[in-house]
C-alpha cells in the first residue's frame, strides 16, 4: 500500500482528472507502473515465503493439550511454522492442524475437526509419538476403488494352445507375417504396436507372427507348434496420466504431492500392508484427473485421490443430521467441514448429478425428477453454506442437536463415549490408528451386557496402571519446578492471555475457547520478550515483593502485565492487564505457567550414530468397539454379537507381529493387567516334532521336555478359552525355561496321533479313543525326559526301536478344570 501511494503521488498522470481516460500516453504510463508494481509485490512475497518462512522441519516431541490441540515440540534452532499455517505431521497425516502459535521452542496446533471417532477428537494417547517431521498442508488422500486413468494393461489369453486361427472366415490378417521372433512376447508386443491389432498366431517351431484385427471362435489350423492369442482388454490411451513409474506407497503419496497438477495416483492388483510397510516398489500411474473411472480386464484398480481434507462423514445418525436438514450431509461432508472441503464437494457433485448429465438410455421421466431433485438439495445447501450468517446459524443448530445425541449415546449406546484414555473404534478408523500402537488392549462390548459394563471398569484400572510405556523410552526429561521466585535468562512461561475478562487472575482458572496463546521468554538485564498474536514485543520486567507475595510486572508496548504466582502450585503466574492511555482499568487477564520441558537424552547406537534412549519405538493404547453398533464389523472380527456368550471380549493386539490374543477371563482389573503383561512378554522358540523328531530325540541323550500336546485347532470354535492360546504362552515362556536348561516342543496329535498316544502311555489297542479321554479340548502339558543313556557297560549302542516309545519320566503340568478360562 505505501508502494502504491508513492507511485501514485510522484506520477501526475495516475491522476484522472489530469488527462483524459482516452489518451494513449496515459494507458501507456498505467501499463508500465502496473507492471513495475506487481513486480515489487512478486519479489517481496519470494521473499518471504522463501527466505522468512519454514515449510518443513523436525520436532522432538508432541504433548496432549485438549481434545482439539497439542503442543508440537523442537529441539535447539530447528525451525517453527509460522502462525496461522495448514501443517502435516507425517506420522499422524489424517490431520490437518492449523498453527496458533509458534514460539521459544514450541508450536500450539489445533485441529477443527468434531468427529466422535480417531479421525477427528485426538485420543489422550495417540500423542505420544517421539520424534517426527512435519511439513506444510499438502494435502492428503482417500482410497477409492477403481482407476483415475483410462489405461489398460493388456491382459493375453489363449484362443486355444495348440491350433491357429489361420485361414479362418471372418478375420482380416493385418500385413506380412513376421518372421525371426524370439517368443510369443515378442509376437504379442508387435501386435501392441500395431493399430488395429487384437489376436494373433504363434508358431513356435518356425519362428512365425501374424496379426489378426479380431480373434476367431473356432482355430483349426495344427502346425509347426501352432498357438493362438487374443487381448482380454483392449489398449486405450493414457487419458490424465502425467507422470508413471515404480514407486514404493509412502514414495508415491510424497511424490503426488509434490506434483503440480497431481489429483491421485492408481495401481494394479493388491498392495498389501506388509508390502507398503516394507516399502515394496510397485507400478504406479499419477493423474491430473479426480474422477474414478471403471476398467476392463482381469486385474482389479485401486485408487488414492488427493484431497484437501478428507474425512469420514462422521454425521450422528437420525433424519436431523441427513439431506434436506443438514446441508453438510446433502454435499456428502462432515459439520467439520472447511470452505475449500465443500467448494471440492458442490463442483464435483453438480458435474456429477445435473440432469443434464444423464445418459439418453437412462432419461426417463421418474429419473430426471430424481436428479433435480438432488442436484436442487446440492445447489441449496451449496448456497446456505455460502453465506456466512446462515452456516452460523446452522452450525449452531447442528451442534446443540449433536450434543443432545451424544448425551442420550453415552447413557444408553456406547460405555465408553466420555473416556479419555480409550479410544472409540470404528469401522472408518479402525484400520487407520492401528498401526500407531505398538500394542492394543481392545474391548469388544455390547452395550447392554452387564458383565461388559463390569470389564469397563476393568479397562480403566487396566489403562491406569500399565499406561502408554512413556517410561520405556527415552522420554523428554522434566525439571522440578523452582518453589523459589527465581528468573534465568533463558527461562519460557507458556499460557494465555483473555480480552475484556479477568477471570483468568482466579487461582486455578483454566484455558477456554477463544484465549489467545502467549509465550514470556527471560532476557538478561531485567528484560522479557512477550510472544502475542504473531508479534515479539521486548518488555521491561521488574519484581517487587511488598506484602511477602512477589510481584511481576512487564511494561511496554501500551500495556501493562501485573501478576503473583500461585500459592499451591508456584509454577503459574497469573494476573490483570492494564492499558497505559485507561491507568486502574483492567482490560484483560493472563495465565502462564513455567514449561519445564527439556529434549529427551540421546545416546550413540551400535552404528556410532545419536539415537533416543529406550527400546519402546511406539506407545501402547487402550480402544473399545461397539458391537451393538457395528455388529457386521465385529463379526468379520471374529466377535459376533448374536452369541453374547463370547462377550466381554478383551484382545491384545500387536499390529507389527501381525497377532492378536483373546482373554475371556473375569472383569477384574488386575486380571487384565495380568494378562495384558504376560501377553507382551517377547516370545521365544517353540519346535514342531514329529514322529521322526521324537525317535531321533528319544535316541540322544536325555534332555528334559515342556511339551505341548495339542489337538488340531484350525476349526475349533471361539468357546475353547485355550485352543488357540496355549501355544503363544508356551512361546513366551521357552526363553524362561531355556534359563533352566528345558527345551519347549509341541506335537499335533491331529497328524501324530499314535505318537502322542505314546508319549501319554497309552496302549495301541485304544488308540484315538485314548487321546479322547486323557486330553483336554485343547490338549495337555507335559514335562516329560527325552533320550536314553548311551553309556552301557560295554559301549555299546542301545537297540533301536520303531515309532516313539513311552519316556521313563512325565509329569502333566495343569490342572485342565481350574485353569480352562484364566490367563495362562
Same mark, same amino acid.
Given at each position: 500500500k505505501k508502494r502504491f501511494?508513492?507511485?501514485?503521488?510522484?506520477?501526475?498522470?495516475?491522476?484522472?482528472?489530469?488527462?483524459?481516460? #482516452?489518451?494513449? @500516453? +496515459?494507458?501507456?504510463?498505467?501499463?508500465?507502473?502496473?507492471?513495475?508494481?506487481?513486480?515489487?509485490?512478486?519479489?517481496?512475497?519470494?521473499?518471504?515465503?522463501?527466505?522468512?518462512?519454514?515449510?518443513?522441519?523436525?520436532?522432538?516431541?508432541?504433548?496432549?493439550?485438549?481434545?482439539?490441540?497439542?503442543? &508440537?515440540?523442537?529441539?535447539?534452532?530447528?525451525?517453527?511454522?509460522?502462525?496461522?499455517?495448514?501443517?502435516?505431521?507425517?506420522?499422524?497425516?489424517?490431520?490437518?492442524?492449523?498453527?496458533?502459535?509458534?514460539?521459544?521452542?514450541?508450536?500450539?496446533?489445533?485441529?477443527?475437526?468434531?468427529? @466422535?471417532?480417531?479421525?477427528?477428537?485426538?485420543?489422550?494417547?495417540?500423542?505420544?509419538? %517421539?520424534?517426527?517431521?512435519?511439513?506444510?498442508?499438502?494435502?492428503?488422500?482417500?482410497?477409492?476403488? %477403481?482407476?483415475?486413468?483410462?489405461v489398460q494393461v493388456v491382459a493375453w489369453e489363449p484362443i486355444h494352445r495348440n491350433r491357429a486361427c489361420e485361414g479362418r472366415p471372418g478375420i482380416k490378417q493385418l500385413g506380412k507375417e513376421i518372421v525371426g521372433l524370439a517368443g510369443v512376447e515378442e509376437c504379442q508386443t508387435k501386435c501392441k504396436e500395431y493399430a488395429g491389432c487384437t489376436a494373433i498366431d504363434w508358431f513356435s517351431s518356425t519362428k512365425w507372427c501374424t496379426l489378426y484385427d479380431k480373434a476367431c471362435s473356432n482355430p483349426e489350423r495344427n502346425h509347426d507348434g501352432a498357438s493362438s492369442w487374443t487381448i482380454s482388454a483392449a489398449p486405450r490411451a493414457n487419458e490424465g496420466v502425467i507422470e508413471e513409474g515404480e514407486y514404493a506407497f509412502l514414495d508415491a503419496k510424497r511424490h503426488c504431492q509434490e506434483l503440480q497438477f497431481c489429483n491421485g495416483f492408481s495401481y494394479q492388483g493388491v498392495w498389501s500392508d506388509k508390502d507398503r510397510s516394507s516399502g515394496l516398489p510397485r507400478k504406479v500411474y499419477f493423474s491430473s484427473d479426480a474422477n474414478i473411472g471403471t476398467k476392463q480386464g482381469t486385474q482389479k484398480w485401486h485408487s488414492y485421490i488427493r484431497k484437501d481434507n478428507p474425512r469420514a462423514n462422521c454425521n450422528p445418525e437420525g433424519s436431523q443430521f441427513e439431506c434436506p436438514a443438514n446441508p453438510y450431509a446433502c454435499l456428502g461432508l462432515s459439520?467439520?467441514?472447511?470452505? #475449500?472441503?465443500?467448494?471440492?464437494?458442490?463442483?464435483?457433485?453438480?458435474?456429477?448429478?445435473?440432469?443434464?448429465?444423464?445418459?439418453?438410455?437412462?432419461?426417463?421421466?421418474?429419473?430426471?425428477?430424481?436428479?433435480?431433485?438432488?442436484?436442487?438439495?446440492?445447489?441449496?445447501?451449496?448456497?446456505?453454506?455460502?453465506?456466512?450468517?446462515k452456516r452460523r446459524q446452522i452450525d449452531q443448530k447442528l451442534r446443540k442437536q449433536r450434543k443432545q445425541w451424544e448425551q442420550q449415546k453415552a447413557s444408553v449406546q456406547d460405555l465408553y463415549i466420555k473416556e479419555t484414555l480409550l479410544t472409540s473404534l470404528e469401522p472408518e478408523s479402525y484400520p487407520l490408528l492401528i498401526p500407531y500402537a505398538q500394542?492394543?488392549?481392545?474391548?469388544? +462390548?455390547?452395550?447392554?451386557?452387564?458383565?461388559?459394563?463390569?470389564?469397563? &471398569?476393568?479397562?480403566?484400572?487396566?489403562?491406569?496402571?500399565?499406561?502408554?510405556? =512413556?517410561?520405556e523410552r527415552g522420554a523428554p526429561r522434566v525439571r522440578p519446578t523452582d518453589r523459589g521466585v527465581r528468573f534465568k535468562q533463558g527461562d519460557v512461561f507458556r499460557g494465555v492471555l483473555r480480552e475484556k475478562s479477568v477471570s483468568l487472575r482466579t487461582e486455578g482458572a483454566g484455558m477456554a475457547e477463544g484465549d489467545i496463546h502467549i509465550a514470556l521468554l527471560v532476557l538478561p538485564d531485567d528484560r522479557a520478550t512477550l510472544f502475542v498474536s504473531g508479534e =515479539?514485543?521486548? &518488555?521491561? &520486567?521488574?519484581?517487587s515483593s511488598a506484602d511477602g507475595r512477589p510481584l511481576v510486572v512487564l511494561a511496554g508496548h501500551g500495556r501493562t502485565y501485573q501478576g503473583r504466582f500461585d500459592k499451591a502450585h508456584p509454577g503459574w503466574l497469573r494476573g490483570t492487564i492494564e492499558e497505559v492511555a485507561k491507568p486502574g482499568t483492567d482490560v484483560a487477564s493472563f495465565a502462564v505457567r513455567r514449561d519445564t520441558w527439556e529434549p529427551p537424552e540421546q545416546q550413540p547406537d551400535a552404528q556410532g550414530s545419536v539415537a533416543q534412549t529406550g527400546v519402546r519405538r511406539k506407545p501402547r493404547l487402550f480402544g473399545a468397539v461397539n458391537c451393538g453398533r457395528f455388529p457386521d464389523f465385529c463379526k468379520r472380527k471374529g466377535a459376533d454379537p448374536s452369541l453374547p456368550k463370547r462377550f466381554p471380549q478383551l484382545r491384545m493386539?500387536?499390529?507389527?507381529?501381525?497377532?492378536?490374543?483373546?482373554?475371556?477371563?473375569?472383569?477384574?482389573?488386575?486380571?487384565?493387567?495380568?494378562?495384558?503383561?504376560?501377553?507382551?512378554?517377547?516370545?521365544?522358540?517353540?519346535?514342531?516334532?514329529?514322529?521322526?523328531?521324537?525317535?531321533?530325540?528319544?535316541?540322544?541323550?536325555?534332555?528334559?521336555?515342556?511339551?505341548?500336546?495339542?489337538?488340531?485347532?484350525?476349526?475349533?470354535?471361539?468357546?475353547?478359552?485355550?485352543?488357540?492360546?496355549?501355544?503363544?504362552?508356551?512361546r513366551r515362556t521357552s526363553p524362561r525355561l531355556a534359563a533352566a536348561q528345558v527345551q519347549a516342543g509341541w506335537v499335533n496329535c491331529t497328524a501324530d496321533a499314535q505318537s502322542c498316544a505314546s508319549l501319554l502311555g497309552i496302549p495301541d489297542d485304544r488308540g484315538a479313543d485314548g487321546l479322547k479321554e486323557v486330553l483336554a479340548e485343547w490338549g495337555a502339558l507335559r514335562l516329560v525326559e527325552l533320550g536314553k543313556n548311551l553309556t552301557s557297560p560295554e559301549g555299546a549302542a542301545p537297540p533301536r526301536q520303531a515309532g516313539v516309545v513311552p519316556p521313563a519320566l512325565s509329569f502333566p503340568l495343569w490342572d485342565q478344570q481350574l485353569l480352562v478360562g484364566e490367563p495362562g
Amino acid at each position: 500500500k505505501k508502494r502504491f501511494r508513492l507511485l501514485w503521488l510522484a506520477t501526475p498522470a495516475l491522476q484522472f482528472q489530469t488527462l483524459p481516460y #482516452s489518451t494513449c @500516453p +496515459f494507458m501507456a504510463v498505467l501499463v508500465v507502473y502496473a507492471v513495475l508494481l506487481l513486480l515489487i509485490c512478486c519479489i517481496e512475497r519470494v521473499a518471504c515465503v522463501d527466505g522468512g518462512q519454514a515449510v518443513e522441519g523436525n520436532y522432538s516431541a508432541l504433548e496432549h493439550m485438549d481434545v482439539r490441540r497439542i503442543m &508440537m515440540r523442537v529441539a535447539g534452532a530447528a525451525p517453527l511454522p509460522p502462525a496461522d499455517e495448514d501443517i502435516m505431521l507425517e506420522e499422524l497425516e489424517q490431520w490437518k492442524w492449523r498453527v496458533e502459535m509458534a514460539a521459544a521452542g514450541a508450536a500450539v496446533l489445533v485441529t477443527s475437526s468434531q468427529c @466422535p471417532h480417531g479421525l477427528g477428537l485426538l485420543p489422550t494417547t495417540l500423542t505420544w509419538q %517421539g520424534g517426527g517431521r512435519w511439513r506444510r498442508w499438502p494435502g492428503t488422500f482417500e482410497y477409492s476403488s %477403481g482407476s483415475l486413468v483410462s489405461v489398460q494393461v493388456v491382459a493375453w489369453e489363449p484362443i486355444h494352445r495348440n491350433r491357429a486361427c489361420e485361414g479362418r472366415p471372418g478375420i482380416k490378417q493385418l500385413g506380412k507375417e513376421i518372421v525371426g521372433l524370439a517368443g510369443v512376447e515378442e509376437c504379442q508386443t508387435k501386435c501392441k504396436e500395431y493399430a488395429g491389432c487384437t489376436a494373433i498366431d504363434w508358431f513356435s517351431s518356425t519362428k512365425w507372427c501374424t496379426l489378426y484385427d479380431k480373434a476367431c471362435s473356432n482355430p483349426e489350423r495344427n502346425h509347426d507348434g501352432a498357438s493362438s492369442w487374443t487381448i482380454s482388454a483392449a489398449p486405450r490411451a493414457n487419458e490424465g496420466v502425467i507422470e508413471e513409474g515404480e514407486y514404493a506407497f509412502l514414495d508415491a503419496k510424497r511424490h503426488c504431492q509434490e506434483l503440480q497438477f497431481c489429483n491421485g495416483f492408481s495401481y494394479q492388483g493388491v498392495w498389501s500392508d506388509k508390502d507398503r510397510s516394507s516399502g515394496l516398489p510397485r507400478k504406479v500411474y499419477f493423474s491430473s484427473d479426480a474422477n474414478i473411472g471403471t476398467k476392463q480386464g482381469t486385474q482389479k484398480w485401486h485408487s488414492y485421490i488427493r484431497k484437501d481434507n478428507p474425512r469420514a462423514n462422521c454425521n450422528p445418525e437420525g433424519s436431523q443430521f441427513e439431506c434436506p436438514a443438514n446441508p453438510y450431509a446433502c454435499l456428502g461432508l462432515s459439520i467439520d467441514a472447511d470452505d #475449500s472441503a465443500i467448494k471440492q464437494s458442490y463442483r464435483a457433485l453438480s458435474k456429477q448429478f445435473h440432469p443434464d448429465k444423464l445418459a439418453k438410455s437412462a432419461r426417463t421421466e421418474q429419473a430426471v425428477k430424481e436428479a433435480e431433485r438432488i442436484f436442487r438439495d446440492i445447489s441449496e445447501s451449496h448456497e446456505a453454506l455460502r453465506d456466512h450468517r446462515k452456516r452460523r446459524q446452522i452450525d449452531q443448530k447442528l451442534r446443540k442437536q449433536r450434543k443432545q445425541w451424544e448425551q442420550q449415546k453415552a447413557s444408553v449406546q456406547d460405555l465408553y463415549i466420555k473416556e479419555t484414555l480409550l479410544t472409540s473404534l470404528e469401522p472408518e478408523s479402525y484400520p487407520l490408528l492401528i498401526p500407531y500402537a505398538q500394542e492394543w488392549l481392545v474391548h469388544f +462390548f455390547l452395550p447392554q451386557n452387564d458383565d461388559c459394563k463390569q470389564m469397563k &471398569m476393568a479397562m480403566g484400572r487396566a489403562a491406569g496402571e500399565l499406561g502408554t510405556g =512413556e517410561e520405556e523410552r527415552g522420554a523428554p526429561r522434566v525439571r522440578p519446578t523452582d518453589r523459589g521466585v527465581r528468573f534465568k535468562q533463558g527461562d519460557v512461561f507458556r499460557g494465555v492471555l483473555r480480552e475484556k475478562s479477568v477471570s483468568l487472575r482466579t487461582e486455578g482458572a483454566g484455558m477456554a475457547e477463544g484465549d489467545i496463546h502467549i509465550a514470556l521468554l527471560v532476557l538478561p538485564d531485567d528484560r522479557a520478550t512477550l510472544f502475542v498474536s504473531g508479534e =515479539e514485543l521486548v &518488555m521491561t &520486567m521488574t519484581v517487587s515483593s511488598a506484602d511477602g507475595r512477589p510481584l511481576v510486572v512487564l511494561a511496554g508496548h501500551g500495556r501493562t502485565y501485573q501478576g503473583r504466582f500461585d500459592k499451591a502450585h508456584p509454577g503459574w503466574l497469573r494476573g490483570t492487564i492494564e492499558e497505559v492511555a485507561k491507568p486502574g482499568t483492567d482490560v484483560a487477564s493472563f495465565a502462564v505457567r513455567r514449561d519445564t520441558w527439556e529434549p529427551p537424552e540421546q545416546q550413540p547406537d551400535a552404528q556410532g550414530s545419536v539415537a533416543q534412549t529406550g527400546v519402546r519405538r511406539k506407545p501402547r493404547l487402550f480402544g473399545a468397539v461397539n458391537c451393538g453398533r457395528f455388529p457386521d464389523f465385529c463379526k468379520r472380527k471374529g466377535a459376533d454379537p448374536s452369541l453374547p456368550k463370547r462377550f466381554p471380549q478383551l484382545r491384545m493386539l500387536f499390529p507389527d507381529e501381525v497377532r492378536f490374543e483373546i482373554y475371556r477371563g473375569r472383569p477384574l482389573g488386575r486380571d487384565v493387567v495380568a494378562f495384558a503383561r504376560e501377553a507382551s512378554r517377547a516370545s521365544g522358540e517353540v519346535l514342531a516334532l514329529d514322529t521322526p523328531a521324537l525317535v531321533k530325540l528319544q535316541a540322544a541323550p536325555p534332555t528334559i521336555w515342556l511339551l505341548l500336546l495339542q489337538l488340531d485347532t484350525t476349526k475349533a470354535s471361539l468357546d475353547c478359552a485355550l485352543c488357540r492360546s496355549v501355544l503363544p504362552a508356551v512361546r513366551r515362556t521357552s526363553p524362561r525355561l531355556a534359563a533352566a536348561q528345558v527345551q519347549a516342543g509341541w506335537v499335533n496329535c491331529t497328524a501324530d496321533a499314535q505318537s502322542c498316544a505314546s508319549l501319554l502311555g497309552i496302549p495301541d489297542d485304544r488308540g484315538a479313543d485314548g487321546l479322547k479321554e486323557v486330553l483336554a479340548e485343547w490338549g495337555a502339558l507335559r514335562l516329560v525326559e527325552l533320550g536314553k543313556n548311551l553309556t552301557s557297560p560295554e559301549g555299546a549302542a542301545p537297540p533301536r526301536q520303531a515309532g516313539v516309545v513311552p519316556p521313563a519320566l512325565s509329569f502333566p503340568l495343569w490342572d485342565q478344570q481350574l485353569l480352562v478360562g484364566e490367563p495362562g
